[in-house]
């Protein structure tokens, strides 16, 4: 949710103004790995399974579109199907994110108060930020917490970086820090900064801080800003680490440590470093690593595994190396996997963590031990067989067992091979016993399932196998009454009229002149036709159906200097078939009158037919 509701009628210049203002590339990187190819971006279809990339997006047109499932549009369209928004919330999002400001409407007052409470939430947390912040870096109690950084290796830079902080040794510091700022010790409660007590304390205190004498880690969203805090004691006391509590605008199974820097980074080096402490994110990143970010404290959730999705396909797994670290690399893993996420796996030796074996060994030595990394399913193999080598055959085909699933999940089948080699080797079995086992794991497809598979490679085959077409095959959407059937030639033409409107709209007065308005034999490119006409500017929000054909349209190249010889091209062609289709109606009609017995009136159409085809038509 979101701070405001904004009205449903949002100017036209308004929503462009959102449109220019985002960055397509950015928003959509956050849900596919795109690679850049000349002007354009490819990855993998988010909105139908792939193996080959046939998802690209247009920065210069501000499209996007997949030749795969056809389906496309502008940055409007896309957030709308990933985020199930409407079009407005779509809109209100956007803007909020670019700085683009909206006319807002009224609320309810049950909106009113929740947008409230979010904004004191994120109010609360910056000056919470602000206030640990301040301590360390300036006030005489802070001095344990720079004592603790030094020691760490930690830098001013990186301190305000991260936002680091420290909380005092008093019970009250915050919320006397928070009450001159009048936020009641309630509120600091329901924003789990401070804990209640069932009964007053010796000092007559019903609530106390909840952190005390630890340094603190802010958590910070994509935008920056603090939303919950993580806190390590500085001596034995327990627990050694205390995190937020979840709430009503936290979760932090949604979260990753050190995001707000990495996602660049994990963009641009191709693959996420998921480490597990705050301070080996912030060691990595320090040393060069801008793409290392940590789960909060917490075992790695479906939803981090997501997170991470939009960003990348590959993730370097770096746990620690006792039986809890992994336990965690093997749930990590499997979560990860089953995200569509390549999974490799980092182990060091001589280091507890990477913060440590940075320290001891440097930065070259970590590349070293990064560019030795296992494959998941390597070091899966490899954990087992360390903890229990398998002494016969049944134990062999249970390791086997135990591995189909991560092999089942590799969709290159060369790679898919390699590990069945490889286990056939290690175990000295034949390949083909190690392929039937783990083909034996496969989970059977749903019968409604394969039908559809067949149905849709029958229609595929059949579409390379006619002259004519309808428009609902093009599009794969047989929903709602039969499309019309057209020639190949005529779609092909009116799909070019389209893209030279789209380039130029100073040829609309030719097209009206010589075709009229209602000639278009595709619905759907009627409508396109129907927006151009009116000032030749399309709107932000339209049918799904014409989001995706613009989207098609506009990624095909268009030789300008062809410009008026493909339009008369495509002119002539749909009034030649125009022509063929006015004779071939005749020809019906005269041959219903000869059934009849009125051979005057099939004679005067034979006459007819004649002339038409004299005048070439």
């Known amino acids: ?96 994110r670019y700085g683009v400001s909206l006319p807002e409407k009224e609320q309810s007052p049950r909106e009113r108060e929740e947008n409230r409470l979010r904004r004191r939430f994120e109010e609360i947390h910056e000056w919470a930020a602000s206030y640990f912040h301040d301590l360390l870096l300036r006030l005489p109690e802070g001095e344990p917490g720079r004592v603790y950084f030094a020691k760490r290796g930690v830098d001013l830079d990186t301190m305000k970086s991260f936002r680091l902080g420290y909380a005092p040794e008093r019970w009250d510091g915050l919320l006397d820090y928070m009450q001159e700022r009048g936020v009641r010790p309630h509120e600091l409660a329901e924003a789990g900064l401070a804990v209640e007590k069932e009964t007053l304390t010796k000092d007559g205190l019903q609530y106390y801080d909840r952190f005390r004498n630890r340094v603190l880690f802010s958590i910070l969203d994509r935008r920056k800003h603090p939303i919950a805090f993580g806190g390590r004691v500085l001596d034995d006391s327990i627990p050694k680490y205390l995190n937020s509590p979840e709430s009503a605008f936290f979760n932090k199974g949604h979260h990753l440590y050190g995001m707000h820097r990495a996602h660049q980074g994990i963009r641009e080096e191709g693959y996420a470093l998921l480490v597990e402490g705050y301070m080996d994110v912030i060691a990595l990143q320090n040393a060069g690593f801008p793409n290392a970010v940590a789960s909060l404290g917490t075992a790695l959730t479906k939803d981090q595994a997501k997170l991470l999705r939009r960003y990348t396909v590959r993730v370097v797994l770096l746990y620690d190396s006792d039986g809890a670290g992994i336990q965690a690399a093997f749930r990590g893993g499997e979560i990860l ?164 409107l789209l380039e130029d709209i ?100 034979l006459k007819e037919i004649g002339e038409r085809l004299k005048r070439g038509e």
């Open 1 to 96: 949710m979101e701070n405001r509701i904004y009205d449903e009628l949002i100017p036209e210049e308004t929503i462009e103004e959102v449109r220019l203002r985002t960055d397509i590339v950015e928003v959509i990187s956050e849900y596919v790995s795109l690679l850049r190819k000349g002007k354009n971006y490819w990855g993998l279809c988010p909105f139908h399974s792939e193996k080959t990339p046939s998802f690209t997006v247009t920065p210069e047109k501000q499209m996007f579109y997949c030749f795969g499932c056809n389906v496309g549009g502008n940055i409007f369209s896309f957030v709308m199907k990933k985020e199930n928004w409407s079009f407005v919330e779509s809109v209100h999002n956007l803007a909020r």
């Open 337 to 500: 996997r089953d995200a569509g996420i390549r999974v490799d796996v980092l182990t060091l030796n001589g280091a507890k963590d990477p913060d440590e074996f940075l320290k001891s060994f440097g930065v070259e030595e970590f590349k070293k031990a990064l560019s030795k990394v296992l494959t998941f399913v390597e070091f899966k193999y490899r954990t087992l067989v360390r903890e229990k080598p398998p002494q016969n055959i049944p134990e062999k085909a249970e390791l086997v067992i135990k591995l189909a699933r991560d092999i089942l999940k590799v969709t290159s089948p060369v790679e898919r091979e390699g590990y069945e080699r490889f286990l056939s080797l290690e175990l000295g079995l034949t390949l083909e016993a190690v392929q039937r086992e783990i083909a034996s794991q496969e989970p059977k497809k749903p019968k409604k399932e394969r039908v559809q598979e067949y149905s849709q490679q029958k229609q595929v085959s059949s579409i390379k196998n006619r002259d004519n077409i309808t428009d609902a095959i093009i599009c794969k959407d047989n929903s709602g009454p039969p499309l019309p059937t057209v020639y190949l030639g005529v779609y092909q033409a009116e799909r070019l009229l389209l893209r030279i």
């Open 506 to 605: 100073s040829h609309l007065p030719k097209i009206k002149t010589m075709l009229g308005e209602f000639f278009w034999k595709v619905p759907v490119h009627q409508q396109i036709f129907n927006y151009l006409k009116q000032d030749g500017v399309l709107p932000a929000h339209c049918d799904e159906t014409v989001q995706s054909r613009l989207a098609s349209l506009l990624l095909e190249e268009l030789d300008i200097s062809q410009t008026e010889r493909l339009l008369n091209d495509c002119i002539k062609g749909i009034l030649s078939t125009q022509a063929e289709e006015r004779v071939e109606d005749l020809q019906v009609r005269m041959a219903t009158l000869e059934k009849s017995g009125d051979m005057a009136g099939a004679m005067a159409l």
